[in-house]
């Protein structure tokens, strides 16, 4: 007869509290030892302390299904989570085009323009070559052996693939590497970030994930334990941030920017809003930053980042530096300028400030979104913290290593002298400066549509126009059961084919209306789209004027 | 400071993953004072000399750098059929390996994964219920994700199980309800077990959701018999469970008499009322197999009677994560479709492929009998799978001196073995045992020239062990 070895659940914080009734379940808060528990103890089963209240969580509710898994018996936060920039309006994008297909004369227009997603490269944004080179040759090793490989290759990119190489223990690219990312990259991106900012960078404080998003999940899986645990986060969002805190079951505390100065952070509205989550019993953990913004594309000011700094230290929040736009700065009045490079000119060092900040391969100038690449900077913490840090990597194992090695030629790129750096520079600068272009082209058609205001793109890669509907058009809304932005997005999209967000999907003040959209379609089909957007927008006014 | 371990979500301090845990930790640090290492803690082929199939290779290399296919010589340095293919990938994207693809994975790599599925089951598979993601792993956590709503949901796992399913169960804070594999009978599943292991976990209140077999077995390698995945498939059915079937090592199988079947071919050779009710997902990998890619991170799932509004919610969170990588993607579209007779790559690629397997084949029995070799070791003979997971039986001796260490014993004696040997393996308790009895995993990944030394590297250890630790208790020997 086996025995279980049976261990009692330890009492901890708020434990008997229950949770606020969730649809169909209510929950409570028990704390259990799971399987492996610690390896210093012997494997034990789960066992819970049933407390008297009732729960009808469990069962299965095999009297209303006789399947396990139903939309009812799903985990409810994955109900309760939205992503709106692969929300329905593009699921009636991709219905859209497939129906084009097979119906072109339906339509009036020709083809499906999507500008909901910042993915440059599914637009015709072509590749950074130097940075392709070194993948193909990391990709299959056997180049490296060939002497017709100098014809096609050029020599910068094969010294670099051979210094890569041999980085990886065995040059295995298709191992598993260190759950933090292979070490000779991260000192080259801890190189990167020392020259961007004139202050030391460790490899050990660099976490590299499958694009920045993991990264940012991992962190909010380490802050938050409940719903009491909330996040500041910019309104408007770019919408991980919300999907994420929802699927972790914490709060979102929002703080606003503010539109008529140009997405504005003001430290007063962190403080008023910080109080009011404190007065209503959510333990604030985190500020999340977003710069240069989305959707909102402003540049923060470095005098305003030092306020937000000193607010984190004084409030001891953990600062979530989203930096993924870092290269893409289009005004020549506002520069980048990372977080912790504020944080360490103002003196301040590991113990006086908890900081992640988090960078990607798809935005910038290289825009590699398939690639998954990116990495997490983590200063600030107790080694006990981080070793929780690199468990939770290691449970994934690792990244993949093409990402990986891109990531590390994002941050070292090639320098002058480099056989590869002059045609490097064209490509990088043929980009950025087209981007700066088609977002002042794309402001200046938003801004003289009728009712639509439109602040300037600073970085990122997004417009957010703010559109004055008019009461008769949110009545008709209504009446859809629609969002009013939602339904303009709507029909722009039935009468052009241009696929944008609406804002609600990404929060807003209140009773104000935008969408999103990208400015990276390439510049042959701006006019186009600008015309169409004018004249649709014209019509919907037409229409609905009051 | 703003962030404390005491502050920190319980469940992330909870959760362990043994794989990379203390052990290997040590042997990291071990190697960087210069010590010679030889990691077995992890299925990592390419890590111990595997060369990648030459084949996919040549075109994700071309993937990489479409340039490449305008340029005249490119004949020279790529055969024909992975140029071909290539550009077959890549016209599948809508834009190259840099842009976001569908989050659910390119639909024309789904496809294929369908036609797989469909010649290796003999039914239909439908694109449309296939995921693809950032490596299985990935695909486990997103479903254990949705079935878990608190601690009151319990998983099934198997125990010894692969360390991902407990701490996955740990930090989504829901119960694992643990079934044990019996060492005696090859670690095979009885379904008594099962049914104890259910009702006890019901009597304490936990709702049952899921089970969860790993076919063939991490890390006990054995391969579930069609007999035996009937009585799991019914089970599943009377006790509306929804099946995962982890089969990430569906290649790697190194004995005749019992081949992998897919959970998806039996169910639907078990006709009605099973196959249209019983809910399973899938799990395959590029990681595994002959193919051993774990760096590229590719994986799908396939989802078998989940209702449509389930797959949306799914594809609702998998869309957060934007899109799989598109690289893993080509791999898996390869893995799916690779070289057929008649096609110029084809031998090459037969050649490496086999050779790959007939070594593991050899390894796997090297190993086992080195293993059975020992006094006190007892193993049972890897299936399938990569590793090798051994019974040690420690002497009073080593358990006293392991507790003075403050150690589990399983993990003391690993320690000492890596000490002694450079060998890092994986303690037994990772993954979960019988009490009082102690395994250690290790794969059979290293290079097979090297067998015969890391084996006798491993008795030498072993029985200096056995005889410092047997003397040193002496006077209560029973």
């Keep these: 007869m086996r025995r279980f070895v049976i261990s009692q659940a330890k ?298 700094v000193d607010f984190c230290k004084q409030e001891r929040l953990v600062l979530l530096a989203d930096e993924v736009y870092q290269e893409n700065v289009y005004v020549p009045d506002k520069k980048f300028h990372s977080f912790k490079k504020v944080a360490r000119s103002m003196g301040y060092g590991e113990k006086d400030i908890c900081l992640v900040s988090f960078q990607s391969i798809s935005k910038g100038y290289y825009g590699e979104c398939g690639k998954r690449g990116g990495y997490m900077e983590v200063t600030g913490f107790t080694s006990d913290v981080r070793e929780q840090i690199y468990k939770l990597a290691s449970v994934n194992l690792c990244s993949n290593i093409s990402g990986q090695i891109l990531a590390s030629l994002v941050m070292s790129p090639p320098k002058p002298g480099d056989d590869s750096y002059d045609s490097y520079i064209a490509e990088k600068e043929g980009i950025l400066s087209s981007l700066a272009k088609r977002a002042k082209t794309l402001e200046e058609a938003l801004n003289k549509l009728e009712g639509v205001t439109c602040n300037r793109a600073e970085g990122a890669m997004y417009l957010f126009p703010c559109i004055n509907l008019p009461q008769k058009a949110i009545a008709a809304a209504e009446a859809a059961k629609t969002a009013p932005d939602a339904f303009y997005c709507k029909r722009l999209l039935n009468a052009t084919g241009i696929v944008v967000v609406p804002g609600s999907g990404f929060r807003q003040v209140p009773g104000t209306w935008h969408f999103r959209c990208t400015i990276l379609p390439q510049e042959d089909k701006i006019p186009a789209i600008v015309n169409r957007l004018t004249e649709f927008h014209k019509s919907f006014m037409d229409e609905f004027r009051d | 400071m703003a962030l404390e371990y005491e502050s920190l979500n319980e469940n992330v301090k909870k959760c362990q993953y043994a794989v990379r845990g203390e052990l290997y930790l040590r042997a990291s640090e071990l190697q960087k004072e210069g010590k010679k290492i030889i990691f077995t803690n992890v299925g990592n082929p390419h890590a111990l000399g595997q060369k990648p199939l030459t084949f996919p290779r040549q075109v994700v290399a071309l993937c990489q750098a479409p340039f490449l296919l305008d340029h005249p010589n490119v004949g020279m340095l790529f055969p024909a059929d992975a140029i071909a293919r290539a550009k077959h990938y890549l016209s599948l994207t809508s834009g190259g390996l840099g842009a976001y693809s569908d989050s659910r994975g390119l639909p024309g790599v789904r496809k294929e994964v369908a036609e797989f599925i469909q010649r290796r089951d003999g039914y239909p598979s439908d694109p449309e219920l296939i995921f693809l993601t950032d490596g299985a792993s990935k695909g486990v956590m997103q479903i254990l994700n949705c079935v878990i709503r608190g601690e009151r949901d319990g998983i099934l796992v198997p125990v010894p199980q692969y360390p991902l399913y407990s701490a996955t169960i740990s930090l989504l804070g829901g119960s694992l309800v643990p079934y044990y594999l019996d060492e005696s009978e090859n670690w095979g599943l009885d379904v008594n077990n099962l049914r104890q292991s259910v009702a006890q976990a019901r009597s304490q209140g936990i709702s049952v959701r899921a089970m969860v077999i790993i076919n063939p077995g991490n890390p006990t390698g054995q391969c579930l018999s069609e007999a035996n995945l009937r009585e799991i498939l ?13 089969e990430v090592y569906q290649q790697n199988i190194y004995q005749d008499e019992r081949p992998f079947i897919s959970s998806k071919k039996v169910l639907m050779d078990m006709g009605s009322p099973f196959s249209k009710e019983v809910q399973l997902v899938s799990f395959h990998t590029v990681s595994k197999g002959y193919w051993g890619e774990c760096g590229q991170r590719g994986g799908y799932f396939e989802m078998t009677n989940i209702p449509p509004r389930v797959v949306e919610e799914i594809y609702k969170v998998a869309s957060i994560a934007l899109s799989p990588n598109v690289s893993a993607q080509i791999f898996m579209g390869l893995m799916v479709s690779p070289p057929k007779p008649g096609d110029i790559s084809y031998d090459q690629f037969a050649r490496e ?52 260490a403050g150690k589990v014993p399983d993990v003391f004696y690993c320690l000492k073995l890596l000490e002694a040997t450079g060998i890092s393996t994986v303690p037994g308790s990772g993954f979960g045992q019988k009490e009082g009895v102690f395994h250690l995993r290790t794969t059979i990944l290293p290079a097979e020239e090297e067998m015969p030394e890391i084996m006798d590297s491993f008795k030498k250890f072993n029985d200096e062990f056995m005889t410092q630790y047997e003397n040193s208790f002496g006077y209560s020997r029973m």
């Design chain 2, 234 to 246: 019914r089970f599943c059915y009377s006790e509306k469970l929804v099946l995962l079937g982890d």
């Design chain 1, 11 to 308: 009492n901890l914080i708020d434990q008997t509290r229950r949770r606020r009734p969730l649809p169909n379940h209510k929950s409570l808060r028990l704390r259990l030892l799971s399987l492996a528990a610690a390896p210093d103890s012997a494997p034990v089963l789960s066992s819970p302390r049933l407390f008297s209240s009732s729960s009808d969580m469990s069962g299965s509710d095999s009297s209303s299904s006789s399947l396990p898994v139903t939309l009812d018996s799903l985990n409810p936060k994955v109900l309760k989570c939205e992503y709106a920039v692969r929300g329905e309006i593009v699921n009636i994008a991709q219905r859209l085009q497939e129906d084009l297909k097979i119906n072109k004369d339906a339509y009036p227009f020709d083809e499906i323009i999507y500008c909901n997603i910042g993915n440059p490269q599914s637009l015709g944004q072509q590749p950074i070559t130097f940075f392709r080179e070194v993948l193909a040759l990391c990709s299959h090793t056997a180049l490296l052996d060939e002497s017709a490989t100098h014809g096609l290759f050029s020599s910068d990119s094969i010294d670099r693939a051979w210094k890569i190489l041999d980085q990886i223990p065995g040059k295995a690219t298709g191992a598993y590497s260190h759950s933090q990312g292979i070490k000779g990259l991260r000192d080259a991106i801890a190189a990167g970030i020392e020259a961007r900012d004139g202050f030391p960078a460790d490899p050990n404080d660099i976490f590299m994930t499958d694009g920045a998003s993991p990264g940012v999940h991992m962190m909010m899986q380490l802050l938050i334990s409940s719903e009491k645990d909330g996040i500041l986060c910019p309104i408007p969002q770019y919408p991980l941030y919300s999907a994420s805190i929802a699927l972790h079951g914490g709060s979102l505390v929002p703080y606003y920017l503010d539109e008529a100065s140009g997405w504005g952070l003001e430290i007063s509205e962190l403080k008023k809003q910080l109080e009011e989550a404190r007065s209503k019993g959510i333990t604030v953990r985190a500020l999340a930053v977003i710069n240069p913004g989305n959707p909102t594309g402003q540049v923060l000011a470095e005098e305003n980042q030092r306020e937000i």
């Design chain 2, 353 to 404: 492929s086999k050779g790959i397997l007939e070594s593991l084949r050899r390894r796997a029995r090297i190993m086992t009998d080195g293993f059975n070799s020992c006094k006190n070791v007892v193993c049972n003979f890897t299936e399938g799978a990569m590793y090798s997971f051994p019974q040690i039986r420690l002497p009073p001796g080593a358990l006293q001196a392991a507790k003075q």
